[in-house]
């Protein structure tokens, strides 16, 4: 899960929270429009996906990965 920053490499935890954090408040202000266009289960999967990422990101009770590169 998560979302790579910029077309790099790189997970930012900060900006995908935050990212997440909008995608859920439009969820909730816009629900009835959303599903109108039949789009709510793309913005769901969306949501969990930024969530499950931060979500695994607590390591441990006092530990949280805030940003992940991958070099290939």
Request: charged fraction near 10%; glycine fraction near 8%; charge should be negative.
């Amino acid at each position: 899960g998560g979302y790579y920053d910029a077309g790099d490499n790189v997970k930012f935890g900060w900006p995908m929270a935050f990212a997440t954090s909008l995608l859920s408040w439009a969820a909730v202000e816009y629900e009835s429009e959303i599903s109108s266009v039949n789009q709510l289960g793309y913005l769901q999967s969306a949501i969990r996906w930024g969530a499950d990422f931060i979500l695994r990101a607590h390591a441990s009770p006092t530990t949280l990965y805030t940003q992940a590169c991958f070099y290939i």
